[in-house]
């Protein structure tokens, strides 16, 4: 091995202490130099250099064993071992076999003693805690408390006591089998389990099945008690049909026998054994075989002429009129009313009812001037206002007949518009479902023509009749039914865009104006709908005060304000301004009415309100416009058609 370098001071050298051997004079070889040439062996050693040498060789012959051979460290980790000063047995071995290949891990020192002793020494085990969880695994420091979650799930010490988040501690005097169980009910039944405070009554069900206490007596949902009377079997039976057999099963009877008295206890079946004068007859064998010319005492001495056959007599006829001053009259006569008659074909005297004699007459059902229609139509109609014939009634039915309808219990009123073999059309009330019943008049319908001539646009909305014409048209016959309207303008609006309708009868509000401006008013306070929109498509006529004469179309209303938007007033509306609401008869076109866009007729079919087209004796009758852009149409020709009810 090369000799390690030591900084040593030569005792006969010439210069200051060096690593060189060549400067060294006292050399033994190139390599080497006695021992006692150097001071600090010398003084080590005492003079003893043969043995320090052999030390010293020793020495540096381990480090070469320990170095394999080379100049320099590492040494092997199974090489380096520390022993204890003391005890040699006490050995340290550092162990490098898990460091990684080409790896060089450094141990640093610090500048102070270190004791590695685990969790004593300088360097214990880091402390750190799992939430509440401490290092030493500890919650809190008090004994025996449940563990519970707290925000977000960690663990924390819970707590005993009677709350809802509380644990119940295993003596707690609650969980006595001796306490009293909270009070609760059932319906009617009580804590203590009863209902009511009555003993020994019946327990029924009520409403959705609640228990309750009944009761006995005698009536239809009470009991009947052990000891009822009724229960006895002396008891009288019931009053009941004798010929009722049902219960009663009775044998031996014979055909044409009576039930009879036979004593004045007593009764049974046998023959009736009756003579005529027991009931005030002729015998049965003094039988009239001719009889002519005979007078009638009491009976204006009419002769009756009776012929004699197998079947008795028959009435053949009858010379004058019969007196029939001691008849008792009749008010009406009702369906099953009977009446005598000759039948020609049969050669025989026979009787009708009074629903025959109108089923033969083709009026069956009919009252007043209405006639009924039985089986010749289909009830589903084919359209609102078409219905299916089954049978060919044309030769009896007219297009202009009135005609009346029951759908789903409500009649209903219309006017026939054609008239085929298959095919009823009207114009009137919707057909709206099946037809249960069918009627038509021919009396019964009203036209009523109104002309208003020159331009009947003048006025934004107006009630023609009475602003244009001055004139007020009244309904003067019974109730009857608007079911049509045909309106014809000479000349329409430049603008094609101009309206008419009709209204009649009572007026559906009227008030005095709060206040108004030039497309509002505003209702009274009082009596006026709290409802938005309650009047929309309704019409409003100013009846007196300022701007009085007016009418316009409500295109809405607001129920809190109680203001009506219009088309713009002539003259607007104020706090002294009368008004009348109206609903107008003809609903298309959303109540304005019948749109004058050509010269042609315009006619209604079914786009009649229900709710208005009832007309009775005195009310009024108008009709109204709504003025088109250009203010233009000329002569309005209106034909309404009215069934009278």
């Not at 609640?210 to 007596?217: D, I």
């Not at 001037?369 to 084919?382: C, D, N, Q, Y």
């Not at 008239?419 to 099946?434: C, E, F, K, R």
Request: charged fraction near 15%.
């Amino acid at each position: 091995m090369s000799s390690p370098s030591f900084p040593i001071s030569s005792g006969g050298g010439s210069g200051e202490g060096t690593s060189d051997h060549s400067l060294l004079t006292n050399r033994d070889a190139a390599d080497q130099h006695p021992a006692a040439s150097i001071t600090p062996v010398t003084t080590n050693f005492d003079g003893n250099l043969s043995s320090a040498d052999d030390t010293v060789q020793k020495a540096l012959e381990t480090l070469d064993a320990m170095t394999g051979g080379g100049d320099t460290l590492p040494i092997a980790d199974t090489t380096a071992i520390v022993k204890d000063p003391v005890d040699a047995t006490k050995l340290v071995r550092i162990d490098a076999g898990t460091v990684g290949t080409g790896q060089t891990r450094v141990i640093t020192m610090p500048n102070q003693d270190v004791d590695l002793t685990p969790g004593t020494g300088t360097y214990p085990a880091a402390s750190h805690a799992h939430g509440n969880v401490t290092d030493a695994g500890l919650i809190g420091t008090t004994a025996n408390l449940p563990i519970i979650t707290g925000t977000g799930g960690v663990l924390q010490a819970g707590a005993f006591g009677t709350g809802a988040t509380n644990f119940c501690v295993g003596n707690d005097s609650r969980l006595s089998d001796a306490r009293t169980p909270s009070s609760h009910t059932h319906g009617n039944i009580t804590n203590a389990g009863a209902i009511g405070t009555t003993t020994a009554l019946p327990i029924i069900t009520t409403t959705d099945g609640v228990l309750t206490a009944g009761s006995f007596g005698t009536d239809a949902g009470t009991f009947c008690q052990g000891n009822d009377g009724r229960l006895s079997n002396a008891r009288t039976p019931s009053a009941h049909n004798l010929i009722d057999t049902t219960g009663h099963p009775v044998t031996g009877l014979t055909t044409g026998h009576f039930l009879k008295a036979t004593g004045a206890t007593s009764y049974g079946f046998g023959a009736h054994g009756l003579t005529a004068s027991d009931v005030g007859a002729q015998p049965v064998d003094d039988e009239l075989t001719s009889l002519a010319g005979l007078s009638l005492t009491g009976n204006g001495g009419k002769s009756i002429t009776v012929k004699s056959d197998v079947s008795g007599f028959e009435l053949t006829t009858i010379s004058g009129a019969l007196d029939i001053v001691g008849l008792t009259g009749e008010s009406a006569a009702v369906a099953s009313d009977q009446f005598p008659f000759y039948d020609a074909t049969a050669s025989a005297n026979r009787k009708i009812t009074l629903s025959e004699l109108q089923t033969a007459l083709g009026i069956a059902g009919s009252t007043d001037h209405w006639i009924a229609e039985s089986g010749s139509f289909t009830a589903t109609p084919v359209s609102t206002s078409t219905l299916t014939m089954t049978s060919d009634r044309t030769g009896t039915i007219k297009a202009g007949y009135g005609v009346r309808y029951t759908i789903g219990g409500t009649v209903y009123y219309g006017v026939i518009t054609a008239m085929a073999s298959n095919l009823m059309t009207i114009a009137g009330a919707s057909l709206s479902g099946d037809v249960t019943a069918l009627s038509y008049t021919k009396t019964g319908v009203v036209q009523m023509p109104i002309l208003i001539p020159g331009y009947y646009e003048d006025a934004t909305s107006a009630a023609l009749l009475a602003e244009d014409l001055g004139q007020t048209l009244l309904w003067q016959q019974g109730p009857a039914y608007l079911v049509r309207a045909l309106m014809y303008s000479r000349v329409v609006d430049s603008s094609s865009d101009g309206y008419a309708n009709v209204r009649q009868g009572a007026a559906v509000i009227s008030g005095t104006a709060q206040a108004g401006d030039g497309t509002h008013i505003t209702l009274a306070a009082a009596g006026s709908s709290g409802d938005d929109d309650a009047y929309n498509n309704m019409w409003i006529k100013i009846t007196g005060g300022t701007g009085s004469g007016q009418s316009r179309k409500i295109t809405d209303y607001v129920g809190s304000t109680k203001v009506a938007q219009v088309a713009t007033w002539a003259t607007n509306p104020s706090s002294d301004s009368t008004y009348e609401i109206y609903k107008p008869v003809i609903n298309s076109n959303t109540y304005s009415g019948l749109l004058l866009d050509t010269t042609a007729a315009k006619t209604t079919v079914i786009d009649i309100d229900t709710t208005k087209y009832a007309i009775s004796y005195g009310d009024t009758i108008s009709v109204m416009a709504l003025k088109g852009t250009g203010g233009t149409a000329l002569d309005l020709s209106v034909m309404l058609t009215y069934v009278v009810a």
